[in-house]
């Protein structure tokens, strides 16, 4: 069953000489049997023991198994699948993880060989080695920290035992118990060493001598004597030749449950909790910052933009050239581009593309006719806009006149028959929104007598300075947007709403005017058009294919268009996050990263540290270094899923308080932001936890197990 041949070990030191533990160590052990070996502190027996049973390497030498399987052509995994399949171990010090029960202890071995454990199975095994209370109960749900030494070391020969292995190595098992626990123990040991191999490491020569069927005794790493009792040496070559199959020599893998590795990761969240917190904190900080720069760098102010005028029920945009030549000079509209916007016109919106012409009209001008108390006031938002703008619109197809000018009659008019397009230049037709402004503040005449208007009839035929008005026609946009700037109102708005809203729309609708075109054939030519207005087609994927195809290169030249609309000025606001702030904080998000990944790393080889003994444990048992990253991945996962989903609200609760502050979507958390935000988060928890892992899981069981 088990021998070893020429086994070499030396311990290396930086402080003092090599020691040699072992020398050309060759044991034939045999199929079963109590065994000792024994020797004075230093002989080398501990050393033999931690190498048989895998634990520790040899520096030569080799040990094999089922007769023919040699741990020459061991990987350190086949090391731990050994341990797991064909070896129990027992522990002076019983290595039992306090914090678990009794039958968790046992229930360990069992898991790692991914077998489904019963408690009844359990129970029959604690009943079997007098683990019960004065009740007569068993001892499965008492945590390993309240048991006696004796129950503790029958505890660790019950997990030993309870998977079944060939093998059992015990190292000074009665070493910390009185002379009668020891008895039981070793009286223990030898009913089943009848059907397994045990062998025992110890100086107890008395007890040796009483229970062994072979003492094997060590000096200086060198075997002196190796005294086989007649009854064992009949036993032991009795069962020399026996043959192994092929399964017999099949090493099973460790499958520790995700359960336990849950369980275990979850309770090393007890430890060093104001670190936990601190790390924590940093580490949801930082995510909050990458959060929101990812968020702000994946905005785009044409989709944002439209969005919000959906958004806002408006409709209505101005589609700008902002081509220029090589001397700086803007360039109008291409053939190309005049098509596209006439063929989006006719496929997809009832009114008419309109070529603009503008002209600057004072405001204070205005203001004579709407009443300066209603529009130049010091707390209104029309104040110190300097020139207002307005805009001449006429019908992009010259060729079809106003057959199919689809403009529509503002509904409120009474007499709609009143309602006509310019038929001299010095008239003009004006929107339903500026037709809005005088229902609401009425209309001032040069004697500065105010008349109430009550339908855009009452305007017909009423002056602004040189023009006439001869028709209000429909915007189809949201009236109602624009009223709660009215004095009354004003004071219970955002005062840098107000401004940015009628600063940027000099270019949007609320300024727009009607005029015949042909009164601005001789002025702007089809050629010469670098402003177009159009109504939004209710789809935005349409609209973004539109501007796309209104975006291209021709040779060296780059022809493109932008949007006005009300909301314009607000992309400013989205460029400056994107252009300033989000370097600013990407270089924030980076310190705070290296700090709190540092932080998250030394918080877990904290955590690995308190827990090395039962890492040390687990791996003596047989897990695999896989096992003990799950445990420790699943601890880091949990802080991740804490970290990522309050990283999560804090970037959406900043993007919505962001966006209510300018009253429109600049920054919308996407799945493609989420998605970021948790690789992120989950990436840095593989990472913290990888790197301590490895550099623990690297050391051999013994190793970890005492502590060095």
């Known amino acids: 069953m088990l021998r070893c041949t020429n086994l070499r070990k030396t311990y ?29 502190s230093g002989s080398g027996k501990s050393t033999l023991l931690n190498l048989l049973g895998g634990i520790d390497m040899p520096d030569d030498g080799e040990i094999i198994i089922q007769g023919n399987k040699s741990s020459k052509f061991f990987s350190p995994s086949d090391f731990d699948s050994y341990r797991n399949t064909h070896v129990g171990f027992i522990f002076q010090e019983y290595n039992l993880i306090p914090t678990y029960t009794v039958g968790d ?43 006696s030494g004796g129950q503790k070391q029958r505890v660790a020969i019950a997990r030993a035992l309870v998977k079944n292995p060939e093998i059992i190595l015990a190292d000074e098992p009665t070493g910390a118990l009185d002379s009668e626990t020891g008895t039981a123990i070793y009286d223990i040991l030898k009913v089943l060493s009848k059907d397994k191999l045990i062998i025992v490491v110890t100086h107890d020569y008395d007890n040796a001598k009483k229970y062994a069927d072979r003492m094997i005794e060590l000096k200086d790493g060198v075997i002196i004597n190796d005294s086989l009792q007649s009854s064992a040496s009949a036993k032991v070559n009795e069962n020399a030749e026996k043959k192994y199959t092929e399964n017999d020599c099949k090493l099973v893998k460790s499958k520790l449950p995700f359960k336990r590795s849950f ?23 930082t995510f909050i910052i990458f959060g929101f720069s990812i968020t702000a760098s994946a905005t785009n102010e044409f989709t944002v933009e439209i969005k919000t005028l959906y958004a806002n029920n408006y409709r209505m945009v101005t589609v700008n050239s902002s081509s220029f030549d090589e001397q700086n000079n803007r360039i109008p509209f291409t053939t190309f581009q005049m098509q596209e916007l006439t063929k989006y016109n006719n496929a997809v919106i009832p009114t008419s593309v309109f070529v603009s012409w503008r002209y600057q009209l004072d405001l204070q001008y205005l203001a004579n006719y709407v009443g300066e108390d209603n529009l130049v006031s010091r707390n209104n938002p029309y104040l110190g806009l300097g020139l207002y703008r307005f805009e001449h619109l006429a019908e992009i197809d010259f060729d079809t006149g106003t057959t199919d000018l689809n403009l529509k009659i503002d509904d409120r ?17 004006i929107t339903d929104i500026r037709a809005d402004m005088f229902i609401r503040f009425g209309y001032k005449s040069e004697d500065g007598t105010v008349i109430a208007i009550s339908t855009p009839d009452d305007l017909i035929g009423k002056t602004i300075g040189e023009f006439t008005i001869s028709g209000i026609y429909s915007t189809e946009q949201d009236k ?65 294919a539109l501007f796309n195809k209104l975006n291209y290169k021709e040779d060296t030249q780059v022809y493109s268009v932008y949007l006005t609309s009300a909301f314009s000025a ?72 804490i970290e990522f989903i309050v990283s999560l609200i804090a970037v959406t609760v ?8 300018y009253f429109i979507s600049i920054f919308n958390i996407g799945i493609l932001q989420v998605a970021l935000l948790f690789l992120l988060c989950f990436g840095v928890a593989v990472l913290a936890t990888v790197l301590p892992i490895i550099k623990i899981t690297n050391k051999k069981p013994i190793e970890i197990i005492n502590n060095k």
């Open 12 to 40: 290396q030191s930086k402080k003092c000489a090599a020691v040699k533990a072992l020398h050309n160590v060759s044991i034939d052990f045999g199929n079963n049997g109590l065994i000792f070996i024994l020797g004075k």
């Open 105 to 147: 202890n046992i229930k360990l071995a069992l898991e790692l060989q991914g077998k489904q454990v019963e408690k009844k199975q359990i129970e029959t095994i604690l009943q079997q080695f007098e683990l019960i209370n004065e009740h007569g109960e068993t001892l499965y749900n008492k945590l390993a920290s309240e048991l």
């Open 263 to 285: 369980y275990m990761g979850a309770s090393g969240l007890k430890n060093k909790k104001s670190r936990l917190i601190i790390s924590m904190l940093l580490s949801i900080i």
């Open 413 to 429: 008019f009474v007499d709609k028959g009143l309602c006509r397009l310019p038929q001299a230049f010095n008239e003009i037709a």
């Open 480 to 544: 109602a947007a624009f009223q709660e700037f009215d004095i009354d109102n004003y004071n219970t708005h955002n005062d840098l709403y107000s401004q940015n809203l009628f600063n940027g729309a000099r270019d949007s609708i609320i300024s727009y005017g009607f005029v015949r075109k042909g009164f601005l054939n001789n002025k702007v030519g089809l050629e010469e058009v670098d402003r177009v207005l159009i109504k939004l087609s209710g789809d935005i994927n349409k609209d973004k």
């Open 570 to 641: 607000f992309m400013t606001s989205a460029s400056f996050f994107k252009d300033y702030l989000m370097l600013a904080a990407i270089i924030v998000a980076v310190i705070f990263f290296i700090f709190s990944a540092l932080l998250a790393m030394n918080f877990l080889s904290v955590s690995i540290d308190f827990k090395k003994n039962d890492i040390g444990i687990l791996r003596a048992l047989g897990a695999r270094r896989k096992d003990i990253l799950a445990i420790f991945l699943t601890q880091s996962l949990i802080i991740s899923c």
């Open 654 to 661: 900043l993007c919505v308080i962001l966006n209510s502050i």
